[in-house]
């Protein structure tokens, strides 16, 4: 008997292939629209096997209805959707997608610092809506990126390779971590600060640390004041870093300059979110991974998950074990 699999997602047909060779497959057929929970609460009773998206909350709810799950792979380097340590209890491997997005993420990441830096969305609407009428001196300024201070979160492996970005750009780099890199530090020279004095030197701060309780509103109105008037904030990593309510005030009341969001704290953000009425706010779907090639490697990886657990080997990039 084929251990059976329950997917939350349409995938590709090369992937879905790959899982039906070792696996009884059920799967979520939508495209565009996320696994009713019922139905995963249903589907999850029987499955040997989940491949999720981080669309998924996989909660002890649904590790409880869970009879025989072995393996949680989530399609994601980030896995804050999953209750990890409840799955660890029950001898449930999860795993995620490190290393195969980090470049394409990065690029996103250097692409909304540059396209909120130089108001790129914004001039392209302010042309096509029929408002360019010459060429004047101040029109739809920006900030300078090149030679400009770079302030990361987070230095892990997309923190690092924003790092080769930048100063491709000629900026001066520092980070804030939890723990310190000095292999890092040594291979970009760039320079370790404590999280305010990182706030107030930075001219653009992103932020690439994963989301756990710990760093809920890490990002609030006390660390948006010590920013400058001219930072910008780029937030590719999980919404519930910042405190959309604070940023929205310290935009609106021009105590920073902009922000460039990939992530929201709901997903997908309500257009009665205030940030998007702001025009000094770029605002992405979530799409910091999103290249073909790499989107695919990211079903890949998952599928190579799910598949070596439930044939008894060991994951390949396991998160709990
Ligand atoms: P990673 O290699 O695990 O790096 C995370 C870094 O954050 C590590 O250096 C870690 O420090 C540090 N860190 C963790 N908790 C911290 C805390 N409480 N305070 C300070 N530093 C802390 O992860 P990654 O592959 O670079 O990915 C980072 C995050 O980006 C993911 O978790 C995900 O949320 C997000 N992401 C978003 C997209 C998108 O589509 N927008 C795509 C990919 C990833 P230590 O080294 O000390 O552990
Ligand atoms: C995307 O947000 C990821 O964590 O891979």
């Not at 795993?95 to 130089?118: G, I, K, Q, Y």
């Not at 990361?152 to 750009?169: C, D, H, N, T, V």
């Not at 001066?172 to 990182?198: G, H, M, P, Q, W």
């Not at 604070?246 to 929201?264: R, T, Y």
């Amino acid at each position: 008997m084929k251990p059976k699999v329950y997917i939350t997602r349409k995938l590709p047909e090369s992937i879905i292939n790959k899982i039906e060779e070792v696996c009884q497959v059920r799967m979520w057929k939508e495209e565009n629209e996320p696994v009713p929970r019922e139905v995963l609460l249903h589907e999850i009773e029987q499955a040997d096997g989940l491949f999720c998206l981080l669309t998924e909350v996989i909660d002890r709810e649904v590790l409880n209805a869970a009879n025989k799950l072995k393996v949680i792979a989530n399609m994601a380097v980030g896995y804050n959707n999953i209750d990890t340590e409840e799955a660890a209890k029950k001898d449930i491997i999860v795993t995620n997608t490190p290393d195969v997005l980090t470049e394409t993420t990065a690029d996103l990441t250097f692409a909304l610092l540059m396209s909120t830096a130089r108001r790129i969305v914004e001039s392209s609407t302010y042309l096509k809506e029929g408002n360019w009428k010459t060429w004047s001196p101040m029109q739809l300024s920006g900030q300078d990126i090149n030679g400009a201070k770079l302030g990361i979160i987070g230095m892990g492996r997309i923190g690092k390779a924003l790092i080769e970005r930048a100063k491709g750009f000629n900026m001066d780099v520092s980070y804030y971590n939890r723990s310190r890199k000095l292999d890092v530090e040594e291979a970009f020279n760039v320079t370790f600060l404590d999280k305010d004095s990182l706030l107030k030197e930075s001219d653009f701060i992103c932020i690439l640390v994963p989301y756990s309780p710990e760093v809920h509103h890490f990002i609030g109105e006390r660390e948006l004041r010590l920013m400058k008037n001219s930072a910008i904030l780029i937030n590719t990593a999980r919404g519930g870093i910042v405190d959309e309510n604070a940023l929205f005030h310290a935009l609106k009341n021009e105590e920073i300059w902009g922000a460039g969001l990939d992530v929201f704290k709901e997903e997908p953000v309500s257009l009665e979110n205030p940030l998007l009425s702001l025009p000094n706010v770029t605002a992405l779907p979530h799409i910091g991974s999103s290249s073909e090639a790499t989107r695919l490697e990211m079903a890949d990886l998952t599928a190579e998950n799910l598949i070596q657990v439930l044939v008894g080997k060991k994951a390949i990039t396991p998160v709990n074990g």
